[in-house]
């Protein structure tokens, strides 16, 4: 249950009148969980809450409910917020789970999976994506209004005080439906997620209904543990485009942000889902101040300097075709390498994974040899395994 209940315009005005966290600690008292909340996490309450408030606010999101420290118990803490509204398409319960953190700079704790957050002490700790997404998970396994409709259901981790090159290991993690993470460099796509999830419409109807009682339920592709098994049931790429393009969004940002050069290969996706991805992503990082080409169709080559160039398999297949052999023609690996020299981050998206009898590996072989020549290290994003 949660603690407290509010819309954003009502958290704004409480927060002007300096009340928030008074009332928090009053509800604490009123539900019988007072001393639970730590001094850091009350700071996080005068500090983060009303970020996310004036970001709903500013989508034009204000009446939408806010429901503050709900508790599962199966759940090792609550989550910071849910947000209850109307989605503004289908006019249906529509809720986004929202895990806010203040962390400044977070690097990988090599090899353990994990993160060391700059300033604090103790153990290295989890994505706070992970939690989220566990914590979602847990939802749909516990409340009866969310059976039968998981689609109505997001998470996301706002950093909204850490720029992307502070926490670039984080915006590697692999996203999906449930965990999407933004940062203060992403606020405009923050705004545009909530907006698409939300209506500017009240959210009141909607938390009611959520919070009328958690009804336990078995879901469909539950596995043997009780966690919600993506493969046998439902977020595949066709039906969760956001999430996909969040996904490659996010790494491109990270690859750019990080100390040494590294190249992208996309695999996974149809030739149209491919090309949605690809304009969808470019336009982002075009208004995000990134310079960004995009090499696509029939379209002689043109490789001037760039901060992130995308490279779509047709292109490659006009300009360069393989023959049905496994020999790659030597002409390929110029351009591949051209390609790579001119741009930050080189993308290059694969269509489908599919491979072709007599290619071999196909493009994706033959740019995996080209990086190794130029000691660039590859990534590949199997979005047909991260969203199926």
Known sequence: MYLMRLSADELHALQLRDGLVAALEAAEVEHGRAGETSAGEKQAWRHSLPVIARDLRDAGLGAVDMMIEYKLPECQGPADVILAGVHPASQAPSYVVVELKQWRRATAAEGTGRFVIANQTGKSKRHPAEQTADFCRALLNSHGSLAGHEESLAGLTYLHNAADHDVADLLRYPRTRLSHVFTRDSRGALIRFLRDRLAAAPGRPAAELFAAGPLRVRLAGLDARGRLDWHTGGFRLASDPVAAQRFVLDTVRAAHAAQDKSALVVTGAAANQGG??????????????????????????????CDVLFCEESWLRCAAPLPAAADVPDSVRPLLAAMIRSARV???????????????EGFGGVIRQVCSALRVPDRHLRLDHEFC
């Open 276 to 305: 949605e991805l690809v304009s969808t992503a470019a336009n982002a990082l075009d208004r995000a101040g990134y310079r960004t080409r995009v090499l696509s169709g029939p379209r002689a080559p043109a490789f001037q300097v």
């Open 346 to 360: 080189p993308v290059f998206v694969l269509a489908g994974g599919h491979v072709a009898p007599g290619e071999a």
